[in-house]
């Protein structure tokens, strides 16, 4: 009895996660799609970092794989929905209990903790012993669209969304600041996907193009399958020595324009 009431709950987190992720996924990717590629695509021109456009073919596999990590994420959500009624996790849901502080600190804390784990997994996926099974499929975009920003494998779908367990155990942490940081992070990843560069020529030499990572480094990291392995930030790559040489030359280039 007690078994079909857990399974029918973990059903319904399940389904209304999947409905959840999908559609935001839909809105947002499609949104960016909408305006890069059909409505602004004449006067975005000048800011296209790979001059081409991706074929329809690369687009529907991306929307496929998409699909299929959208599942893998729901999953790990019932994961740690599961663990949470174990005790395993430190996920709380009174606001208070650990100081409104820690609420709204908790969010740029998450940020750099996956930007972490997502360079040393991204360059852990790009070994030889790993990289056909977990990231080529994600490598198959060589000229990306934001339809490719969660067009995964299987294996690496489940590498990425293993950052919500590993959070929930680590640290403290309340659904409303991870519902916000999930967000973030789903914008950022269509953003850097999208195949054009956003930031302003006047920021290309500045000390925040050395900080963030841009569109142009993601970009870059596709066309040539090595360097700039980083997400929000570029300092672990300048730290580790995996910047890519051609960066700043890119960037400067697609930004002249302004």
């Known amino acids: 009895m007690l078994s079909d009431i857990f399974l029918n709950r973990a059903a319904q987190v399940l389904g209304s996660n999947i409905a959840v992720m999908a559609g935001f996924y839909v809105l947002i990717a499609g949104a960016a799609w909408l305006s890069g590629y059909v409505l602004f695509r004449r006067s975005w021109k000048h800011r296209k970092i790979i001059a081409d456009y991706p074929e329809r073919a690369d687009m529907a596999r991306e929307i496929f794989y998409s699909g299929i990590s959208v599942i893998i994420f729901a999953l790990f959500v019932v994961l740690t929905w599961w663990m949470k009624l174990h005790g395993w996790t430190r996920i709380y849901v009174t606001m208070n209990e650990y100081g409104w502080w820690w609420f709204f600190l908790s969010l740029p804390v998450t940020i750099v903790v996956h930007d972490a784990y997502f360079y040393w997994t991204h360059r852990l996926l790009h070994s030889r012993a790993l990289y056909r099974w977990f990231h080529h499929t994600h490598h198959r975009s ?91 930030f570029s300092f672990w790559d300048r730290l580790m020595g995996t910047h890519h040489p051609r960066y700043e030359e890119r960037l400067r280039s697609v930004t002249s324009g302004s």
């Open 142 to 232: 060589h000229n990306p669209s934001p339809w490719t920003s969660y067009a995964f494998a299987p294996l690496e779908a489940a590498v990425q969304a293993g950052i919500m367990p590993l959070v929930a155990v680590l640290y403290p942490v309340h659904p409303v600041p991870w519902a916000l940081f999930m967000m973030f992070q789903f914008g950022i990843n269509v953003t850097i996907h999208s195949g054009y560069e956003f930031m302003p020529r006047r920021f290309a030499d500045s000390w925040i193009s050395r900080v963030l990572s841009t569109p142009t480094s993601h970009i870059v990291h596709h066309q040539y399958s090595r360097g700039n392995y980083g997400f929000f």
